[in-house]
């Protein structure tokens, strides 16, 4: 009984090693290479797979996501003779698993070594300033020939990223140098520029405040004129309506003297030769309203001479001094 047992056991295992052989699960975006003997016999899609126990082997299992790959820093020549190091991104992705496993023995390194020399064929046609600047057209120019040399390899490239140009310490500290200069350049430009705006402006400010002072001035002369024009008016107006006589006026002209006189600055008076007959008619009056409230007893004041006596002399003109 015990072999019997013995022999049932392994024929147990050997079923159950079978089938674990025989059901290959295949994970979602991945795929398997099925060798017979040694030989391709197909590939494995996602899901559940039925195989030949002890017959079929899987040779292979590839990704058939996208995968990104750095790849380190390799040192380029330029046109101008300058050493720069370039460190490279590529995108790439499986797209046959069969031409992947056997058109090339490692994909990986293949992309590397065939992106190293476009790399230093590209950069080998152009100066350090156009390597600074011309990243997008490096990278175009590069995922078109690695594109259509991977074609073979089952691999499709997407996209190649250029992830920094390192030119040498020398041009590193030169380049640093200039465009310190040239922003040195441009803040002192733009300082004239907001300087010399500040001066027209300010200069525009100006005349258009002395535009306005002289208007305003030429306004307040021209209303200041018009209201002394009308206050004389009105004062002419007012003496010929109150018809003064000639003893009124000798009266006003004796009470303006000595406002003439008036001020500091005024050392010498000059007495105009009209004060004469000022005097003469104020004295005239006063002697005519004396004997009207006088001792005459209300009497009437005798009447002046007429035709008699002196001549009055006539009014002498007095030198004016200035």
């Known amino acids: 009984m015990e072999p019997i047992i013995i022999v049932l056991i392994i024929l147990v295992v050997l079923v159950f090693i079978a089938l674990i052989k025989t059901i290959q699960v295949i994970p979602q975006a991945s795929a398997a290479i099925v060798e017979r003997f040694g030989r391709y016999t197909r590939t494995l899609n996602a899901g559940l797979n039925i195989v030949v126990p002890f017959i079929d082997s899987i040779r292979n299992r590839v990704d058939l996501r996208e995968q990104v790959v750095p790849f380190p820093p390799q040192p380029v020549i330029t046109q101008d003779n300058l050493v720069v190091n370039i460190d490279t991104v590529i995108y790439y992705q499986v797209t046959d698993a069969r031409a992947a496993t056997y058109e090339v023995a490692s994909y990986i390194q293949a992309i590397e070594q065939l992106t190293v020399t476009t790399l230093r064929n590209i950069i080998g046609g152009m100066d350090l300033e156009r390597t600074l600047t ?189």
């Open 134 to 322: 011309s990243r997008e057209e490096i990278n175009a120019a590069l995922r078109g020939v690695l594109d259509e040399a991977t074609g073979k390899w089952g691999i499709r490239v997407n996209r190649v990223e250029l992830k920094a140009i390192e030119p040498p310490t020398s041009i590193q500290d030169s380049m640093e140098k200039q465009m310190r200069a040239d922003r040195d350049k441009r803040a002192a430009i733009l300082q004239a520029e907001g300087v010399r705006q500040s001066e027209i402006l300010r200069a525009e400010g100006e005349k258009q405040s002395s535009i306005l002072r002289a208007e305003g001035e030429a306004k307040a002369a021209a209303l200041r004129a018009e209201g002394e024009a009308q206050a004389i008016r009105t004062v002419f107006e007012s003496i010929h309506a109150g018809d003064p006589d000639q003893k009124l006026l000798s009266y006003q002209y004796l009470q303006m003297l000595p406002k003439i006189a008036e001020g500091d600055a005024n050392k010498l008076w000059i007495v105009p030769s009209e004060i004469g007959d000022a005097l003469k008619g104020l004295g005239g009056a006063i002697g005519n309203f004396g004997p009207m409230t006088g001792g005459n007893g209300g009497g009437a004041a005798p009447a002046a001479p007429t035709g008699t006596g002196k001549e009055a002399a006539p009014r002498r003109e007095q030198p004016r001094i200035d």
